[in-house]
């Protein structure tokens, strides 16, 4: 069974730097895609970004490009969003999720706060 | 960026009465590889979203099979057969053809 666990969220003030991780089981994290996603309180969601099995395929939505980094590390299952420069309107919840394009698990997300 | 609009905002249903909502993109979804990456979600108060079909009419395990998926071009449509109480939530159509990928607005459903 996929069971995907979103953990780092926390209250950060604006400008500052955050590492969300997402700790995968249940399938070979290393066929897969991963995906970061985030919905901010009481309204939609938005695709931020995706990485491949190897880390060499990269993408982010330009509302963060610059700004967050996403990678993986193979051996502990684990993908990672570098969340630096935070601002306001970066308060959501963030989910991580498997398979780009499909999204056919999700994680139950992390709360990240933006405020001074 | 491709335009996922979806229609209802708002489904108020009777329950064991049929329920539709449609997706419409702004944009044709074929990708190169033939295949239409139009996903659908169903959010319940307070959890995570959970995919119930992918690819236009591929209803996931599990998903019960009141729920069903169908369309073409840039007309895409969610239906459950008779509405359950467990149905209420947002549902949120999502294209994974053009990035950057896009979700519609959410539809939510509710019990009359």
């Known amino acids: 069974q996929v069971h995907l666990v979103d953990s780092g969220g926390g209250l950060v003030k604006p400008g500052g730097s955050l590492r969300l991780s997402c700790e995968a089981s249940?399938?070979?994290?290393?066929?897969?895609?991963m995906n970061w996603i985030r919905q901010a309180p009481g309204k939609g969601l938005e695709y931020l970004s995706y990485?491949?099995?190897?880390?060499?395929?990269?993408i982010y939505a330009d509302s963060v490009k610059g700004r967050f980094t996403i990678s993986r590390d193979n051996a502990k299952n684990t993908v990672y969003l570098q969340m630096n420069s935070l601002r306001a309107e970066d308060t959501a919840v963030y989910y991580c999720?498997?398979?780009?394009?499909?999204?056919?698990?999700w994680g139950r997300g992390t709360l990240v706060t933006v405020s001074s | 960026d491709v335009v996922m609009t979806q229609s209802p905002l708002s489904l108020p249903v009777t329950l064991g009465q049929p329920a539709s909502i449609s997706c419409r993109s702004s944009?044709?979804?074929?990708?190169?590889?033939?295949?239409?990456?139009l996903n659908w979600f169903q959010q319940r108060p307070g959890h995570s979203p959970r995919r119930l079909i992918y690819?236009?009419?591929n209803r996931d395990s599990g998903v019960p099979d009141r729920f069903s998926g169908s369309g073409s071009g840039t007309d895409f449509t969610l239906q459950i057969s008779r509405v359950e109480a467990e149905d209420v939530g947002v549902y949120y159509c999502?294209?994974?053809?053009?990035?950057?990928?896009?979700f519609g607005g959410g539809t939510k459903v509710e019990i009359k």
């Open positions: 944009q044709t979804l074929v990708y190169s590889n033939g295949r239409i990456y």
């Open positions: 249940g399938f070979t994290f290393t066929d897969y895609y």
């Open positions: 990485i491949s099995q190897s880390g060499s395929d990269i």
């Open positions: 999502m294209q994974g053809t053009h990035w950057p990928f896009t």
């Open positions: 999720a498997k398979t780009a394009r499909l999204l056919d698990s």
């Open positions: 690819e236009v009419s």
